[in-house]
């Protein structure tokens, strides 16, 4: 009876509620003042530290100059006084590692005296390097585990923070996290490693039309979307408490079907979470902008403005897990599995992505006469033919056992990587191959027909939201990233792919440039040939539709469509030969992450494994063999009274035996794919997850999913999609 119990406890966190529940706190500070509050910002450094460490810090910030071991040790005592004016007792080095989550130590601030007393002490020493163990974290085998030493290293360019909790305070300092031997341990290394590199490539053309830039950076705002449910049900859902998605769940009556719930209106429990997220994250400096109901019931998503890709980086990780502990001060649970449940849409994390420079240009905003804009086109051109060259790692970038179940499916785009350009951009590309381009479409207006609405100015295009590559203005959106993972990842691939284009470009000018042949001509030639090499990428058609499927194979692009077909590519000579000449990632790195994530994917499966079968064995049988009895008791009863059984009553209960049996059947067979040993290495046992085990594992589910439709509700066990997804 626990469904029930717990059903039960679910409507009355819902029903009462208004009454009883939390509320959203209120406060007479402004946005204004709140935002930031708890971030060692630029105005908190200019105001404590002196004139000369703080040029320091800012030449740190734009040029990536190194800091001197002497200012680190001033920026150290002003943040330590800072953050202990804000109740902060205990600092940390607060790092990414392979983990795919965040990763702290916390160190107290008091040091004792000979006296007896204490003092707080942290100086430059502190600030600069931490020492957690590494053996525990994954290293792919960079790291054997008796070798425990690690370092993390403070990133200035990543502002330090004020993690307020009821029962104390930390200052958190965010760091890069790396082995003894120097290797990168976590994912913001390669990724400060991909900004600078892609700068320095960007610089090399930005200098050719004369720009005066130090800096290239790029930024991102990725919408982040997620489930919230009720915590009544998901305690008594072992399947999402262990594996973050439910393993069984029939389809409800009503799903998505009637198209409803996306943005609709916010139900009251839900938008009172959500305004006290946002509190939260505006004090830590999170610029959020948009919340909104997302496409299926119980989804909802938020998004943020653009910032430097590295800092836009830190913000997400900071947007989870804020997510997450404030949900649970309202009675909810934040879900941020890919698929959490089967049959309605499951999460992406839409990654926006562009290139500026520390002047201010947004270098993918086309202007108003884009066919004129040779720099805006050179950098569009190198996105394309860095795209088209390494379509295969923008896949890896998304590849992990949640994302397999949202990719292909029409809710997200096809494991195939395209780009959408929209009509004025792909009319310019088709004029530049067929020989220059002349003309760029206007918008125009768009006339809706009422008198009292005003004409709206319409764009050269419509948006693609098949597309998983999609120019959206002045910038390009990744739509494959799954809902769970860093962003890191992603923009460690087009940083690097971009910077090899850039550099090929640059390269090419520049030597034209010094054998004095015009530029402007040398730049169409470059981009003509540039567009015909890679123009198979371009399509702005429907990327669910099989047709284009079966023109992508004719064209050639790649179409890995689960992590296992994908990976390998990560440590192909290509990706080798790529990431190793621009220093990214070293080769045993790149073998550490294959590794990693191979590892991930087969303890991924493993765990759903050991679930589905926990689950079907210990709650679904039981339930449904009681249910058994009760029918079987039935009809023995009125045999036993001489009335003739009806039909309908016998073909149920035989109906109820062969779904039992169905289930038990699965079962066997799941276990039996377990303990099949697969030989070789890691990517043998991967497959073998893939090949065997899953789909002995959806047969189980398939058969139990079956008789949740037959068992009589009241001994149902697990919470159903119905609750779960309209009960809010």
């Not at 029903?15 to 706190?25: D, E, I, L």
């Not at 397999?404 to 009509?423: V, Y």
């Not at 590309?429 to 760029?440: F, H, L, N, T, Y």
């Not at 470009?505 to 040398?522: C, M, P, R, S």
Request: proline share 5%; glycine share 8%; net charge negative.
């Amino acid at each position: 009876m626990e469904h029930a119990r717990a059903r039960q406890a679910a409507i009355e966190s819902v029903t009462n509620w208004p009454a009883t529940g939390r509320r959203a706190p209120k406060t007479t500070t402004t946005i204004r003042q709140l935002f930031g509050s708890n971030v060692f910002s630029d105005d908190q450094m200019r105001a404590r530290l002196p004139e000369n460490v703080y040029k320091a810090i800012r030449e740190t910030l734009r040029k990536g100059v190194a800091l001197d071991a002497s200012v680190a040790d001033v920026v150290a005592a002003a943040m330590k006084d800072w953050a202990i004016e804000r109740g902060a007792t205990h600092y940390t080095h607060w790092f990414q590692p392979m983990t795919g989550l965040t990763a702290e130590k916390h160190d107290s601030f008091l040091t004792p005296t000979e006296g007896g007393g204490a003092i707080a002490e942290f100086g430059g020493k502190e600030l600069i390097r931490g020492e957690p163990d590494a053996s525990s974290f994954p290293s792919g085998g960079i790291r054997a585990t008796f070798e425990a030493r690690g370092y993390t290293a403070w990133d200035p360019t990543s502002p330090a923070f004020i993690l307020e909790n009821p029962n104390g305070t930390t200052l958190c300092i965010p760091t890069a996290f790396c082995s003894w031997t120097g290797e990168a341990l976590d994912k913001k290394t390669p990724l400060l490693r991909s900004v600078e590199v892609l700068s320095k490539q960007a610089l090399r053309i930005l200098r050719l039309f004369g720009s005066h830039a130090s800096t290239v950076f790029t930024t991102a705002g990725p919408e982040q979307e997620y489930f919230l449910i009720d915590k009544n049900f998901y305690y008594n859902r072992p399947d999402l408490m262990n594996a973050g998605r439910t393993l069984f769940g029939a389809k409800p009556p009503k799903g998505q079907e009637m198209e409803d719930h996306y943005f609709g209106a916010i139900p009251e429990r839900v938008l009172a979470c959500m305004l006290e997220t946002e509190t939260e994250l505006y004090k830590l400096g999170v610029p959020v902008k948009t919340r909104h109901n997302e496409v299926s019931p119980a989804q909802y998503e938020i998004a943020p403005i653009f910032e430097n890709a590295n800092v836009a980086t830190d913000h997400n990780m900071l947007v989870m897990e804020t997510m997450k502990r404030v949900a649970d001060r309202y009675g909810l649970q934040l879900l941020l599995h890919e698929k959490p449940f089967a049959g309605v849409n499951g999460s992406g994390k839409h990654l926006n992505w562009s290139m500026s420079d520390d002047l201010g240009n947004n270098l993918l905003k086309p202007g108003d006469t884009p066919h004129q804009n040779a720099q805006f086109l050179i950098f569009l051109v190198a996105v394309i033919k860095a795209v088209h060259k390494h379509a295969d790692l923008l896949r890896v970038a998304v590849a992990h056992a949640g994302n397999d179940h949202r990719l292909g499916a029409n809710e997200a785009p096809p494991a195939i990587i395209s780009i959408f350009l929209g009509d004025m951009l792909q009319d310019i590309v088709d004029q530049i191959e067929a020989g220059g381009a002349k003309s760029a479409k206007a918008g125009g207006e768009m006339k809706i027909g009422v008198t009292v609405l005003p004409t709206l100015p319409r764009d050269a295009g419509d948006r693609n939201r098949t597309s998983p590559f999609a120019f959206t203005g002045n910038k390009f959106e990744f739509r494959a990233c799954g809902s769970a993972q860093s962003i890191a990842g992603p923009i460690v691939v087009l940083n690097t792919i971009v910077a090899e284009a850039l550099d090929e470009f640059a390269t090419t000018l520049e030597k034209a440039v010094a054998e004095k042949k015009d530029l402007n001509a040398e730049i169409q030639k470059l981009l003509q040939a540039a567009i015909k090499d890679s123009k198979a990428v371009l399509f702005n058609g429907d990327n669910y539709s099989e047709a284009w499927h079966q023109e992508a194979e004719k064209r050639g692009l790649p179409n890995r469509k689960s992590t296992i077909d994908s990976l390998p590519d990560l440590v192909s000579p290509k990706s080798i030969g790529l990431f190793t000449k621009y220093g990214v990632l070293s080769e045993r790195e790149l073998h550490s992450r294959y590794e990693i994530f191979l590892e991930g994917y087969h303890k991924t499966i493993n765990i759903e494994t050991q679930l589905t079968l926990q689950i079907a064995q210990r709650q679904i049988l039981p339930a449904a063999l009681r249910y058994q009895a009760e029918v079987a008791g039935s009809i023995a009863n009125l045999k036993n009274s001489g009335i003739t059984v009806p039909k309908g009553q016998s073909a149920h209960l035989s109906e109820l035996v062969a779904g039992i049996d169905e289930l038990q059947s699965a079962v066997d067979k799941l276990s039996d794919a377990i303990e099949e040993t697969s030989a070789g290495g890691s990517l043998e046992h991967a497959k073998h997850s893939r090949d065997v085990v899953i789909p002995a594992m959806n047969a189980v589910r398939a058969a139990g999913d079956k008789l949740e439709t037959i068992v009589a509700d009241d001994l149902w066990p697990l919470p159903t999609y119905q609750e779960m997804l309209f009960i809010k």
